[in-house]
């Protein structure tokens, strides 16, 4: 399993880091499509959508939400509102997974609103990927500093976890994550921001600014990965699909992307960066 999920990692990395920063925005945005649509085939099996016709139907609902999501791209009223209704969106999952009475609670009516948290989710991704990449300001830049934000979290929080984890967090629905994981993600995004300020040239208040928004969108990373943790401990498996190999499925990886993105494409708004 270890060398499968390092084969896979040593593979995926070079062909994500290549279209971030050599892909144009167009073409960019087509192939962050592909890999919104196959997360988007994964959240389909855990609302659960079990006949392959009804996840294709899904998907393909998804990608047709995407064309006017990518029509008003560039409308900045628009996408700010897409942004605040994510935003919404994820506090109200965390109220979710924050009462452990309504984990194990799956009501057949709740399947459409895992439906339509996933098109959120998606489309949200989605835009705040296109947005970021199509800044004017070193924009591929903004993107990998993005992702390897989340990512820089992920090894604070399962190191912090591992050696000093003692407290659980949401013990309903994922008992190996703690408190004490949380602060080591928070320790690492801040050192890691910290260093990319400086390369970006980022100074004084613009810095306490910059540094809220990573330190807010780590925070929704967690979210994100709680409530994917709630989908599959509801529809009773332990990884969301077999994509990758040695890492389960697509959205296993990209759970903290869905709600850390919006969050952090709003929150640079928010600072005016």
Request: glycine residues 8%; aromatic residues 12%; contains cysteine.
């Amino acid at each position: 399993m270890l060398r499968q999920r390092i084969l896979s990692a040593l593979v995926l990395a070079p062909l994500l880091v290549a279209a971030v920063l050599l892909l144009d925005d167009a073409w960019f945005a087509l192939a962050m499509l592909v890999v919104v649509l196959l997360a988007a085939w994964e959240w389909g099996a855990l609302v659960p959508l079990s006949s392959p016709l009804l996840r294709s139907l899904y998907i393909g609902a998804t990608a047709l939400l995407l064309v006017p999501v990518w029509h008003f791209a560039g409308d900045e009223l628009v996408v700010d509102w897409i942004f605040y209704v994510t935003l919404a969106w994820w506090l109200l999952a965390l109220a979710w997974v924050s009462h452990p009475v309504a984990v194990d609670a799956a009501p057949a009516w709740l399947a459409g609103v895992k439906a339509l948290a996933g098109w959120l989710a998606m489309a949200s991704t989605w835009l705040a990927l296109v947005v970021l990449h199509a800044r004017p300001d070193h924009g591929p830049w903004w993107v990998l500093f993005a992702l390897a934000l989340v990512w820089a979290a992920d090894i604070g929080a399962y190191f912090a976890g591992r050696r000093w984890g003692r407290r659980k967090l949401a013990p309903a629905v994922s008992p190996g994550k703690t408190w004490e994981g949380v602060y080591g993600a928070l320790s690492a995004c801040t050192l890691y921001a910290l260093l990319a300020a400086w390369a970006f040239g980022i100074r004084g208040m613009e810095l306490a600014g910059f540094l809220l928004v990573c330190l807010v969108a780590v925070l929704f990373s967690v979210v994100g990965d709680l409530f994917e943790s709630l989908l599959k401990r509801q529809r009773g498996v332990k990884d969301s699909g077999t994509l990758i190999p040695g890492h389960g499925g697509l959205l296993d990886r990209v759970d903290s992307l869905l709600a850390a993105l919006p969050v952090f494409a709003l929150g640079l708004r928010w600072v005016d960066l």
